[in-house]
C-alpha cells in the first residue's frame, strides 16, 4: 500500500511539474529508433535499439526498480506470428533509503528483437514503430516519452549496419526457442532424452536397468515387451505428471524448473532411504516377496510388470536433476508455449528416455549375448549394490545443504542403522519355511524399526544453502587449486564485465551431477586455473541447490529451465556466451579465448 501511495504522489507532482515546464525549452531525456540492418527480407529476425540518451544528473527507472516508475517500451502489432523480445540492459544500483532503485544514466541502448511480417513486399518498406515512456528525476521528477519508427528498405536479402550491429552486440537465443516448430522441439526433446542415458545422474538407476535386461535374456518375446512398455509407462506417466506441475507452477507465476523436486528435504531424505533400502536388497541382505514364492507364475508375471514401471518412475525421478544436450532448449519451448505443448515434448523426452529399452525388447538377439540367469547375476547385483549406496551417500551430501541441524550426520546414521536393522530383521524372520506367527512378527519388528529411522532422520527446518561467498576477488591468487566462487546476485555479472571484468557465471545445484562432474574436470586441470589466475578471471556461482526464484527467472531469461548452465560475460559484449552442457578443458580455454578478443 505504501508503495502504490508513494507511486501514485510522484506521478501526480510530476504531471503537475511537467505542466509547468514547456516541453521546448528543457527535455532531459532524448530517444530515438535505431537498426542493426540497413535493409530487411520478408520473415527475417530484425534487431533494433532504443537508444536513451539522459541530462547531466537526470536518470529514468529500469525494470526491478521498487519505487521509480519503470521505463516501459512497446511494439506496435507487426502482424508476425512471434512477439517482439526486449533486451533491458543493467541497471545502475541507487540507494534510497531502505531500497534500491534500478537507474539509467547517460547513454542506453536497449535492444529490441523482433520478426518482419512474411507478407512485406520485395522493393518497399518496413516501418517498425516503437512507444517509450519513461519518467525523468534529479531533484524533482519530469515524466516523458515517445513515439518512435524507422524506416527501413525491404530487399531479397537482408543487409547489416555494421556500426549499429557492433554498438548493439550478441543477443542471447530466443526464450524457449521462439521460431521453433513443436515438432521440431519433440524431435529435440527425443534426441535429449536419448542423451541422458548418459548422463551421471542416471548412473544410480544403471544397475536396475542392467539387472532387469538381464534377466530379460531368459524371457520369451512377450515377457520381453511386457517389461519393457511397463518401464515406457512409468517413465511417461512421472514425466507426464512433472509437467503438470510446472504448468501449473507457471499458470500460478512462480518460478520453477527441471529437478525441482530435489529441493525438497523431504523428498531427499525419502530418496536417501529408498536407495539404501535397494543397496541392502541388492547386497543380499534381503529378499523382496520370499515368502510369496508359491504365489504361481501369473503373479510372477504381474510384479515383473510392476517392478518394470516401478523402475520406469524411479529412473525419471533420478534423472530429472540432470540437463543433456538438445534437452534444455526442447523443455525451454515446452514451458513457455502451450499446455499441449508441454505434454508432447515431456512424452518425447519420456519416448527417448526409455528408446534403449524398447530396442532390447525389439531385438531380442541383442540379449542373446548375454549368459543364461545364473550365479553371475547374484554376483552382479552385489557389485551394482555400489551405485545404490554411492547414491544415498549423495542425497545426505545434498540434504546436510538443506537443514539447518548441527547433528545431522549423526541423525543420518542412527536413521541408516535401523533401516539396516529392519531389512536384517525381515531377511532373517520372513522366509517360507518360518512359522506364520515368525513372519508377521518379523514384519511388525521391521516396521517399528523403519519408522525409528523417519523418526530420527527425519529433516529439521529449511534453510537456503549457504551463499558461496560475498567478497568480490578474482577467482585464482597465489598458488590456490580450489577457485574462490562469489555468490551470485542478480545483475552482478554485468556490472563486474561493465567494470572491464571477464566474468565465468555458474549456474548450479549440488543434485546435478553433472555440475559437479564439470567442475571437477575444468578446475583439475592447471592449464585452466593458470589461465584463470593470469587473466584475473571471476566466478560468480548461482547455487540452486534450495529454490531461488532469482535463479529460475535468471535461467528462463537465457531460455533455460535447468542446470548446469555456464555463461562467459565479457567488457563490450551485451549477450554473453553460453557454454554446452558438458565441459573440457578444451572448450573452456577456447571459450575464454574468444571472450578475450
Not at 552 to 562: D, S, V
Amino acid at each position: 500500500m505504501f508503495r502504490f501511495t508513494a507511486r501514485f504522489l510522484v506521478a501526480f507532482a510530476s504531471l503537475f511539474v511537467a505542466t509547468a515546464l514547456r516541453a521546448d525549452e528543457f527535455n532531459p531525456v532524448s530517444a530515438r529508433l535505431v537498426s542493426g540492418a540497413s535493409a530487411v527480407a520478408p520473415g527475417d529476425t530484425v534487431v533494433l535499439a532504443v537508444e536513451m540518451v539522459h541530462a547531466a544528473g537526470w536518470h529514468t527507472y529500469g525494470p526491478g526498480s521498487s519505487e521509480g516508475m519503470p521505463t516501459e517500451i512497446d511494439v506496435a502489432d507487426l502482424s508476425s506470428s512471434e512477439k517482439p523480445e526486449i533486451f533491458w540492459p543493467t541497471a545502475a544500483v541507487l540507494r534510497v533509503d531502505d531500497s534500491d532503485e534500478r537507474i539509467y544514466e547517460g547513454a542506453v541502448l536497449v535492444p529490441i528483437r523482433l520478426r518482419a511480417p512474411k507478407d512485406l513486399k520485395i522493393g518497399g518498406v518496413f516501418r517498425p514503430e516503437v512507444s517509450v515512456s519513461w519518467v525523468a528525476c534529479k531533484e524533482m521528477c519530469i515524466p516523458g516519452g515517445a513515439k518512435l519508427a524507422i524506416e527501413l528498405p525491404v530487399e531479397a536479402a537482408a543487409r547489416t549496419n555494421s556500426e549499429w550491429a557492433a554498438r548493439i552486440g550478441d543477443l542471447p537465443p530466443r526464450n524457449g526457442g521462439s521460431g521453433m516448430t513443436l515438432w521440431f522441439a519433440a524431435i529435440l526433446g527425443l534426441l535429449g532424452g536419448l542423451i541422458l542415458n548418459l548422463m551421471p545422474c542416471v548412473f544410480p538407476v544403471i544397475g536396475l536397468k542392467v539387472f532387469s535386461m538381464a534377466k530379460q535374456a531368459g524371457q520369451n518375446r512377450r515377457e520381453s515387451w511386457t517389461g519393457a512398455l511397463a518401464f515406457l509407462a512409468g517413465v511417461l506417466a512421472t514425466l507426464w505428471m512433472l509437467a503438470a506441475v510446472l504448468v501449473a507452477a507457471k499458470g500460478a507465476g512462480a518460478a520453477m524448473g527441471w529437478g525441482f523436486q530435489l529441493q525438497n528435504r523431504f523428498v531427499i531424505f525419502a530418496g536417501v532411504l529408498l536407495f539404501f533400502i535397494l543397496g541392502l536388497n541388492m547386497l543380499g541382505v534381503f529378499e523382496i516377496g520370499m515368502g510369496t514364492a508359491g504365489a504361481g507364475g501369473a503373479l510372477e508375471g504381474r510384479s515383473g510388470a510392476v517392478g518394470a514401471f516401478l523402475s520406469g518412475v524411479l529412473a525419471v525421478v533420478v534423472a530429472t536433476p540432470c540437463s543433456a544436450p538438445l534437452l534444455g532448449t526442447a523443455m525451454g519451448y515446452a514451458l513457455v508455449g502451450t499446455t499441449a505443448a508441454a505434454f508432447v515434448v515431456f512424452g518425447a523426452i519420456g519416448v527417448g528416455f526409455a528408446l534403449p529399452y524398447l530396442m532390447f525388447a525389439a531385438f531380442p538377439g541383442i540379449l542373446r549375448a548375454l549368459p543364461r540367469p545364473g550365479m553371475w547375476m547374484v554376483r552382479l547385483k552385489m557389485v551394482l549394490s555400489i551405485f545404490m549406496f554411492a547414491t544415498a551417500a549423495y542425497l545426505v551430501w545434498i540434504l546436510a545443504a538443506l537443514t539447518d541441524s548441527r547433528l545431522f550426520y549423526a541423525r543420518m546414521a542412527g536413521a541408516l542403522t535401523a533401516v539396516t536393522l529392519a531389512a536384517i530383521v525381515y531377511g532373517r524372520m520372513f522366509l517360507p519355511h518360518r512359522s506364520r506367527v515368525v513372519r508377521i512378527a518379523g514384519i511388525v519388528i521391521a516396521a517399528m524399526l523403519l519408522v525409528a529411522a523417519a523418526v530420527v532422520g527425519w529433516p529439521s527446518a529449511s534453510k537456503v544453502a549457504a551463499a558461496t561467498d560475498d567478497v568480490v576477488a578474482p577467482a585464482f591468487v597465489g598458488d590456490e587449486t580450489t577457485p574462490h566462487l562469489i555468490a551470485w546476485k542478480s545483475g552482478l555479472p554485468e556490472k563486474l564485465a561493465a567494470d572491464g571484468h571477464v566474468v565465468w557465471v555458474d549456474f548450479t545445484a549440488r543434485w546435478c551431477a553433472t555440475c559437479q562432474v564439470n567442475k571437477a574436470v575444468v578446475f583439475s586441470s592447471a592449464e585452466v586455473r593458470e589461465y584463470f589466475r593470469e587473466h584475473r578471471i571471476y566466478i560468480v556461482e548461482a547455487d540452486w541447490t534450495a529454490r531461488d526464484d532469482g535463479i529460475a527467472r535468471e535461467l528462463a531469461a537465457h531460455g533455460r529451465q535447468a542446470v548446469p548452465l555456464n555463461l562467459i560475460y565479457a567488457p563490450g559484449r551485451l549477450a554473453p556466451y553460453e557454454l554446452p552442457t558438458i565441459l573440457t578443458p578444451g572448450i573452456v580455454l577456447e571459450k575464454l579465448r574468444n571472450a578475450a578478443k
